[in-house]
């Protein structure tokens, strides 16, 4: 069985979580956490970064730092996991859900302008698959109604927005604030972990505070003041040293593992490119506003039913494909807060007719045939 996704391990995580534990500081916020912070803001150019338990933590962060409080609203993608609206609801928020653009997942920057209103405090947009929103226009519109922005990077790592002067800004540093994941389902991993990039310098040092459970130890370590309390809200948000160090190993083989991904995406585009043009599913839509980092390779089949089938042909097949998010604003949770006279329709398209591939390190070119030529099987019949 040709698996939905296998974790890539690339040698080092074992050596370096033993180094971790042999320094006899493994609480978190030691030497592997400070090189994987260091790394995203040289590389990148974020801010201020700081490790997190799992993006979910992240996103709670700015939720936090943003000083959502019950009754305001946050503008979020319907399609999108549910960290992305449910870090903004537990401090009380109202959930605008905007819909996707008609041929790609990411949000329609003709929607946040309709949801905006005096209440809102926030807009999340969320790159799906890695590929940029049109930060260009959602950064003009977070200026025009100073409405800081969250980047629910999640899926973006290591893959750039080309402004409309040509510039290359990596993904993540272009909002207000962002939030990646090392998920195990992600490019570069730690099992679970995330990362806050903190973008705008008034955040910077609330963050730190809220990172160390609501106290300045942070600033009492770096010898900046001589006692540290409790001076603020927060939680445990920072990750140990083991997960720092296993995702060192991993940020260290950053361009091998991203090498193989593109090369994995450019596989499936290439081979399948024929039986779209014959009209028997969409492909991702390449915009010239993104480059691409080869989180996700996707289809967008005809209906919900012909998706079914397919999935249910390629696992005869020893392929497992899956589909992805369902329309938060539709969620058992949710429908009954979603109060609005208005359909979401590209959101629940997506959530019908999109299905993800295969697409890990360890996929060989033999495994990639085999689950081409599933797709193509099934379209034969």
């Known amino acids: 069985m040709i698996v939905f996704n296998k974790p890539y391990l690339t040698g080092k995580e074992t050596q370096y979580i033993q180094e971790a534990v042999q320094t006899g ?18 590389k990148y150019g ?24 019950p009754g305001d609203e946050v503008i979020v993608p319907s399609y999108t996991f549910v960290s992305s609206a449910l870090a903004f609801v ?24 309709k949801l905006i209103t005096p209440k809102t405090k926030a ?21 025009k109604h100073n409405i800081p922005v969250v980047e629910d990077a999640a899926q973006a790592i290591d893959n750039y927005f080309i402004d409309k002067n040509g510039n290359k800004r990596a993904l993540g540093s272009i909002g207000h604030l962002s939030t990646f994941s090392f998920h195990e389902t992600k490019n570069i991993i730690s099992g679970e972990g995330g990362l806050l990039a903190i973008n ?23 010898g900046e003041v001589n006692k540290y309390g409790w001076v603020d809200t927060g939680s445990s ?11 060192w190993a991993q940020l260290e083989n950053m361009e091998d593992i991203q090498t193989k991904r593109l090369h994995i995406w450019d596989y499936y585009y290439k081979n399948l490119k024929e039986l779209a043009e014959k ?15 080869a989180h996700m390779f996707y289809i967008i089949c005809n209906s919900l039913e012909e998706r079914s089938a397919l999935i249910k042909y ?50 060989s070119d033999t495994d990639l045939e085999q689950v081409v030529a599933s797709i193509k099987g099934f379209f034969e019949k």
């Open 123 to 143: 807009i999340v947009v969320v790159h799906y698959a890695g590929f940029a929103c049109d930060m260009d226009e959602i950064m003009a519109l977070s200026e």
């Open 314 to 363: 390629m696992r005869a097949q020893d392929v497992q494909a899956v589909f992805h998010y369902l329309s938060l604003h539709k969620s058992e949770y949710y429908e009954d807060k979603f109060q609005e006279d208005r359909t979401i329709p590209n959101s629940d398209k997506f959530e019908n007719q999109l299905l993800r591939l295969p697409l890990y390190y360890e996929l």
């Open 279 to 293: 009209g028997h599913f969409e492909l991702p839509v390449l915009n010239g506003n993104s480059t691409n980092n």
């Open 200 to 222: 705008d310098p008034k955040y910077f040092n609330r963050a730190e505070i809220l990172w160390e459970k609501g106290t300045n130890r942070a600033e009492f370590f770096r």
């Open 237 to 247: 948000f920072l990750p140990s040293e083991v997960i720092a160090a296993f995702l």
């Open 25 to 42: 500081k493994i609480s978190g916020n030691g030497d592997f956490t400070k090189r994987c912070q260091k790394y995203f803001e040289d």
């Open 46 to 69: 974020f801010g201020k970064c700081l490790l997190t338990t799992s993006c979910t933590d992240a996103l709670e962060m700015s939720a936090i730092l943003l000083d959502i409080q």
């Open 90 to 113: 537990r401090e009380g928020a109202v959930i605008r859900f905007a819909d996707s653009n008609e041929n790609h997942p990411n949000i329609a920057v003709s929607e946040i302008e």
